[in-house]
């Protein structure tokens, strides 16, 4: 019987080159690719922490050499730039703090690359992800991964049941320290390579330079206003700040303050004390409920609102039009437009939306 052709997304690090070993002690017929997104500069610092550089295509390559399986790269820079920094750019300049690995996935990796794995006469995208899929009589459930400290099912809530049916997760039931383990073994040369950090097109960390780099233009500075609703100084442009920040403001006040909310209106970013960062209860966009079927009453279950973030109990009530209003059990600190609020029935991913 002739093997299942499956697709392997490689970034060159060792999540997705166990991934791809895995897939091919499980039968299948591996193709390994690597999806090349933006050009970044291959220096000390980026190399350290991106996903996407010519080392990182070395390292795929090689890893798939030794594998013995095809390997390719793709160019999907226009693709990437149009879906994910385009609105990357977008969200900052609305005041809005966005996720790109999560738009990276939905657009990228689960739509365009499995558009090409089609192509290819594959049947299956397989990813690195720490996450895990069930087929229950034909209904595919995502859940976490079984390594706590790795879980990715966060960043994977917009999955189709289409995308489930056609998709492998072969970490899911690993450790990190036994996915190492199994790359040595193995002679992978990208065995004890560090995780990737940041966000691949901003590997130093400070997107408001990338943004004014990227666009051509500068963001004017405007007016920090304070608890008492008086101007205590001025901010450096509100791409630059995120609800919940403290770190870099510039004000003496007399006591910690954070970003409250961000006025792109007027150009204002507003200050608070951290009790004022608090609230119960937020509303969502663009809800997807994985099961395909968004309930008609409301339901019960716990809400994570950004990647780190412990889940919480909540109620969500479905608002129709895709929008969802979300009253947590106790309050929230920093709840963030733009990010994603995940929701999870114990260790199952019951679909989320994007905090307005």
Known sequence: MEKR??????????????????????GYDPVGCTMKLFDGEDSEQVLSKTCCSLSDVEDAGSVCRKLGIPYHVFNFKAEFGEKVIDKFIQCYSCGITPNPC????????????????????????????YARIEDENGRFLLKKGLDDTKDQSYVLYTLTQDQLAHTLF????????EVREIAEQNGFINFNKADSQDICFVPDGDHRKFIEEYTGRTYPEGDFIGPDGNVIGKHKGIIAYTIGQRKGLGVAYGEPLFVKKISPEDNRV???????????????????????????EPFR?????????????????PLGDDRAHIGFDEPQRAITPGQAAVFYDGDVVLGGGVII
């Open 301 to 317: 279950c716990k809400v994570r609102i950004r990647y780190k973030h412990k889940e919480k109990d909540a109620l969500v009530t």
């Open 102 to 129: 999560l738009d990276c996935n939905r657009y990228l990796k689960f739509e365009k690359l499995y558009e090409r794995a089609k192509v290819l006469g594959c049947d299956k995208i397989v990813t690195g992800h």
């Open 270 to 296: 507003y200050l608070g004390r951290d009790e004022e960062l608090y609230s119960n209860e937020t509303d969502v966009r663009d809800l997807h409920i994985i099961s395909g079927e968004v309930p008609a």
């Open 170 to 177: 072969p970490l899911g039931e690993l450790t990190k320290k």
């Open 5 to 26: 052709k499956a697709l392997i997304a490689m970034s060159g690090g060792v999540d997705s080159s166990v991934a791809a070993y895995l897939t091919k002690s499980m």
